[in-house]
């Protein structure tokens, strides 16, 4: 089992707001210089900067819109948040939902930009999908379950072997990451079990009130 990549979606939460979202990413910091394993943050856009400036780890947009430069008033334009200092971008989460159309301007503006892409996904189907247009990652999270504390490697095992097929079959390039009440060392566990390569996760770490400890928590036992 190779190192597993950990990807921390601070939503729109108030702890990871404006200072939370930086000390937060140092707790992410500290777990990832002593455990090797790469962790990476995704703020909201306003704190991209700020993360990015004070603390030496990989930074993600919550979303990307496909446009380039030009009069796109209150879009988010690809290499704007990577002269912020982010490398990569989700695209089409569950809570930002996007048409193919959109997924796949999105995806064309990150590459253009240069930046990692991470296309979320709520089924097999999605998923094969997704990988069809060769994002660096696809996320499979069941929208009905994330937030819930239960994890879909759990609650829905087959949702995530099955899209780690479909993906191997299609596009063996694309990498596959498991999302949905994520939270503890067990869960991600299993879910590198059932072949995906990490973990896209949010509230069990971001609202806890010790982020670290629940970071070392959640790599216990890989």
Do not use: W
């Amino acid at each position: 089992m190779g190192s597993p990549f950990i990807l921390l979606n601070y939503k729109t939460y108030l702890q990871g707001t404006g200072q939370g979202a930086v000390e937060i990413a140092k707790a992410c910091r500290a777990v990832s210089e002593e455990s090797g394993i790469e962790i990476a943050v995704a703020p909201q856009l306003p704190d991209i900067y700020r993360v990015a400036s004070e603390v030496e780890l990989p930074v993600f947009s919550q979303h990307l819109d496909g446009i380039g430069a030009g009069s796109f008033t209150g879009h988010v334009f690809g290499n704007c948040i990577k002269e912020a200092g982010a490398v990569g971008t989700l695209i089409n989460h569950s809570e930002r939902r996007l048409t193919l159309a959109e997924i796949e301007a999105s995806l064309r503006a990150a590459k253009e930009a240069g930046l990692r892409t991470v296309i979320c996904t709520n089924n097999v189907p999605t998923t094969a999908a997704a990988a069809v247009l060769e994002p660096d990652y696809v996320a499979i999270e069941p929208p009905e379950l994330i937030g819930t504390g239960i994890p879909v490697s759990k609650a829905d095992p087959e949702v995530v072997s099955g899209s780690v097929e479909a993906v191997a079959a299609l596009k063996p390039g694309v990498k596959v990451l498991c999302g949905a009440g994520i939270s503890k060392g067990e869960d991600l566990k299993a879910a590198l079990d059932l072949g995906s390569v990490g973990v896209l996760l949010a509230s069990g770490i971001v609202k806890a009130k010790d982020p670290k400890a629940a970071l070392e928590d959640l790599i216990s036992l890989v």
